[in-house]
């Protein structure tokens, strides 16, 4: 089955600086690959999500990339503010099949 | 609103006592989904649902029964909780079963005794 590794496990940034989360999956089936961040106390909620077909996507200052011959993908987030500051989880998912989640990054944004 | 709610929100029990973990959703979603979120290991799904009567295993199915009678809600089934199923579940909704935004619930703290 889908196994997805997930780097770093904490992570400390000066606001303002850029954070970079990384991903790795191991089924090349898997072509959904959501990533959610979860603030104390409540439940995860989608930040920002990319397809197979697609090697980037962007959203103001969030952006992800995906590399399908690595499997691997990764989460940017520039201009770091303090409210960034939670858990951030990626995914990969295959349609119709179950989500598999990576064990979680801590961002911790540093005013 | 749309959302997706779980009662309770907080459960003590004793090991062995059936308990139920409700689920519902009012956006008219296909997809419903169970996770496990335990620390350093994630969300993990349990069970899924593509549709009214349609479930599936998760990674972690074991000691877990679901049910999808209707479409908004999806209840989680633990028949004879341990202390090994003590941690925080989640369920979630998606219009459609894959490629699509999951919307998560505020979750529910179970601890078994």
């Known amino acids: 089955g889908e196994n997805v590794e997930q780097h770093p496990s904490t992570l400390s940034v000066q606001e303002g600086d850029s954070a970079v989360i990384k991903c790795t999956y191991s089924d090349s089936a898997s072509n959904y690959f959501p990533w959610y961040k979860q603030e104390l106390g409540k439940g995860p909620q989608l930040i920002i999500d990319?397809?197979?077909?697609?090697g980037e996507k962007k959203d103001q200052r969030i952006a992800v990339t995906l590399n399908k011959t690595a499997k691997h993908f990764s989460l940017h987030i520039t201009e770091t503010q303090p409210e960034d500051s939670a858990v951030y989880f990626c995914?990969?998912?295959?349609?119709?099949?179950?989500?598999?989640f990576g064990p979680g990054t801590r961002l911790s944004v540093l005013p | 609103e749309a959302q997706v709610t779980q009662n309770p929100r907080y459960l003590i029990t004793v090991t062995g006592k059936k308990l139920t973990v409700t689920c519902s959703q009012n956006?008219?979603?296909?997809?419903m989904s169970w996770y496990r979120q335990d620390p350093g290991l994630g969300l993990r799904q349990i069970y899924y649902?593509?549709?009214?009567?349609?479930?599936d295993k998760g990674d972690v199915p074991e000691g877990y029964k679901v049910s999808r009678k209707e479409k908004r809600n999806f209840p989680l089934i633990l028949e004879s909780p341990s202390p090994n199923q003590t941690s925080l579940y989640f369920c979630?909704?998606?219009?459609?079963?894959?490629?699509?935004?999951?919307?998560f619930g505020p979750g529910t703290r179970l601890t078994v005794l």
């Open positions: 979630a909704s998606s219009l459609f079963a894959g490629g699509d935004t999951q919307y």
């Open positions: 649902s593509m549709n009214v009567e349609v479930t």
């Open positions: 990319i397809r197979s077909n697609v």
């Open positions: 956006m008219n979603h296909e997809y």
């Open positions: 995914a990969a998912n295959n349609y119709g099949q179950n989500f598999v």
